[in-house]
């Protein structure tokens, strides 16, 4: 392949994906190459829209264009995003590419808006489309190129983690689509004399709108903060977990900030044992977090939170307000439980997770709780705190 010939040439350590100056300098490779085959392949379809008088031709050599533009973007986006932290941006400038992606995503919208509106015009005023061999054998290599773009942008986007690749993949694939829509629509053409030009126009340009509008959905997502990928909260788990037998007894409060691809900033809570050696755990907690950044490549900062181990009446009202819980929705969970007895009164202090959409509001879940708890346990009372579960 030519980008992996490419790579073996101009990056070093090109099979270490996640490191930022890995994919930055595949960002930028793979960019230009999308540059030089758009532009190639927008000269050879103007050309043919030009020969076969063919509007359909036409506006997907424009589409091609406009993707040559959308590289340019991409590129000067991997290049910025791979600049170093500086006193303004101490995480880095990695949301850049996502902000690349969005900019690609609007001209992606705007270009097939714009093909829309112009073959409508195509359709209300038709005009006869002349067969060439020669406007054949460009549409078939541009399905050939647009198909090979397709499968190393999906290879290298899967390996990268890149959202701004795996959307110029499904870019690639789209314009395949509209090319061979073209492709039978100059066939269709020349065997039975249907003029559908134009509506093959339409049809590319409401492509190109749908590949535009899963770009931004792509790109914007990560700017709102979405939710951490399962498959590394469960990585996050395995790791953490595999030191149970030192101390660990389990994890929450797991919050994943992403400052970009390779990026990445995680916080949770490990439970220890409120009896052990505070140094001995205090160095368990240094070693899972220089784990987790040599493994998932992040950076981790872990608190750790004491909790009783053993203690008989800790379990049995561990396992009371559990079964209160159960009554109220059979989803609900709690962690950090811990209790703090009064002459009088007993305060069951933990925290309640919730699935994103549940419907009882937190000071409605809290009084429920409690009014159960209360009913059998007069003298015990709730300290709450909700939270939302991540994945």
């Not at 980008?3 to 100056?21: G, V």
Request: proline letters at 4%; glycine letters at 8%.
């Amino acid at each position: 392949m030519m980008i992996t010939l490419l790579a073996k040439c101009f990056i070093q350590n090109r099979d270490a994906y996640q490191e930022p100056s890995t994919r930055q300098s595949y960002g930028m490779l793979c960019s230009s190459v999308g540059i030089f085959l758009n532009i190639c392949l927008f000269a050879g379809k103007f050309v043919a829209g030009l020969l076969g008088n063919s509007i359909a031709i036409t506006a997907d050599a424009f589409n091609n264009l406009s993707d040559a533009g959308s590289s340019v973007i991409t590129l000067i986006g991997f290049r910025m995003a791979g600049q170093k932290p500086d006193p303004d941006h101490p995480f880095g400038h990695g949301r850049i590419e996502y902000i690349a992606g969005l900019l690609v995503s609007v001209i992606i919208l705007l270009m097939g808006a714009e093909l829309v509106k112009t073959s409508a015009d195509k359709i209300l005023h038709p005009e006869e489309l002349v067969f060439s061999p020669l406007v054949l054998v460009i549409l078939l290599l541009s399905i050939l190129v647009k198909c090979y773009m397709y499968l190393y942008n999906r290879s290298l986007g899967r390996k990268l983690d890149s959202a701004a690749m795996k959307a110029t993949a499904t870019d690639s694939l789209s314009d395949t689509i509209a090319t061979t829509t073209v492709l039978l629509c100059t066939l269709v053409a020349h065997f039975t004399g249907l003029s559908i030009d134009g509506w093959c126009g339409v049809l590319v340009g409401l492509f190109i709108c749908y590949s535009g509008f899963g770009a931004a959905r792509d790109t914007i997502s990560p700017l709102l903060g979405q939710a951490p990928d399962k498959e590394f909260v469960n990585r996050i788990n395995e790791i953490v977990m595999g030191h149970s037998a030192e101390g660990i007894q389990g994890i929450h409060d797991l919050i994943v900030h992403n400052y970009g691809p390779g990026r990445v900033l995680i916080s949770l809570h490990a439970e220890v044992p409120a009896y052990g050696n505070l140094l001995e755990l205090h160095e368990l907690i240094d070693t899972i977090e220089r784990e987790l950044k040599e493994l998932l490549h992040c950076h981790a900062v872990i608190h750790m939170d004491p909790v009783c181990i053993g203690d008989a009446q800790t379990e049995h009202l561990k396992n009371l307000a559990r079964q209160c819980l159960a009554r109220v929705d059979a989803s609900l969970t709690l962690h950090d439980f811990r209790i703090v007895s009064g002459p009088t009164r007993t305060n069951l202090i933990f925290d309640v997770v919730t699935p994103h959409d549940f419907s009882l509001p937190d000071d409605q879940l809290v009084d429920t709780i409690n009014r159960l708890i209360q009913q059998d346990h007069p003298n015990y009372t709730a300290v709450i705190d909700v939270d939302k579960q991540m994945v």
